[in-house]
């Protein structure tokens, strides 16, 4: 279902992979060079760079194209059937362009989907009437956000089907099933949870593996949102509660710690990380609301405290401790570095390499 060959997912893992082993000397150069020769070329997938100049530059001509014909046709009541005829021509394109010229989050299909995308979903929005629910709009993205999810992998629309998801379910709680305001916090709590705990199911699973990064985004913005949803902050501010602040403070106080001690203990980096930028917004929170006298010196305080403690814990960790080091575990040198081009080749399909 999802457009792009595994081969060429595992093309450039195995490439990656390849080139931290070189660079830390696991490898010899002759190996290295083996491997390049029989992985690169699989798709087209330039650097962070390149491809954000390709979907800077592909997104302007786009938008120069469709103001052009805008220009020329003149009539503003064909505006809604012009994007509708340029979402589906763009989708059309983006197929042909990955089957043919094998790109493979090249900037270039980032852009036409995202075009694509938006296009439809505009031109939908204006056939229908004005006077509509408000969760029309998102019943019709939901559909062609799964879609593009799916088909392409695409983080982008993993972070707007996340965000359609939450919206649809706090629309019906209170248009639908008339539930108390103070309960869809709670809500969006539960629905976080299963948000995660789905993916961290299925991230673990052979047949979903070419979704595994949207899986793990998915990991983290269930633990992100469920953080948000007991936060006081956002339940004060965009929920416009005003009762249950205690458990809300209790919650936003608890949850940063919880992450971070269960991050450590099964040793997950995203429940760590999560925790972290957690804290973090906790302390914002609590000072939004407590104020503190001399903040200057509070936050330099603070920011000293810190930097000491990032010093004693880099110190700390040059030796694993529980499982834990700072150190980089494939730095050194290896000077009987052993065939490990067989190995990498053995992660492809089958046990031999897959044609270019």
Known sequence: MIIYPRNWQQALEILSEAEKWFACKIISKEQFDSIRATYVGKSFSPNIFVRIVLFIFTYVLLSGFIGLVITLTGTSSKYAYLFLFFGILFYVLLE????????????????????????????????LPNAR???????????????????????????????????????LLKNEFAIQQNMIPFAVMTVSLVIYLVSKTCVRLKATEPWRRCWIFFQTSGLATFYLGGNTFIAKEIFKLSSLMTLFYLLTAVIPFLYILLGILRKNAILFRVGL????????????????????????????????????????????????????????????????????????????????
Not at 150 to 163: E, H, S, T, V
């Open 96 to 127: 042909i362009l990955v089957k043919v010229k094998r790109l493979y989050r090249a900037g270039i299909d980032d852009a036409l989907l995202l075009a694509a995308f938006g296009l439809i979903i505009f031109a939908v929005e204006s056939f």
């Open 133 to 171: 629910p408000e969760i029309v709009s998102y019943l019709i993205a939901l559909p062609l956000l799964l879609w593009c999810t799916i088909r392409f992998a695409d983080l982008i629309m993993a972070l707007g089907l996340n965000l359609c998801i939450f919206q649809i379910t706090i629309l």
């Open 277 to 356: 930028l957690a804290l973090a917004f906790s302390i914002f929170t609590f000072k939004y609301y407590f104020s503190v006298d001399y903040t200057e010196f509070l936050l330099t305080g603070t920011g000293i405290i810190l930097i000491l403690l990032a010093k004693l814990g880099t110190h700390y960790l040059k030796t694993p401790k529980y499982g834990f080091t700072i150190e980089n575990l494939f730095k050194g040198d290896f000077d009987n570095a052993f065939n490990l081009d067989d190995m990498l080749i053995g992660k492809s399909l089958g046990t031999t390499p897959f044609p270019k």
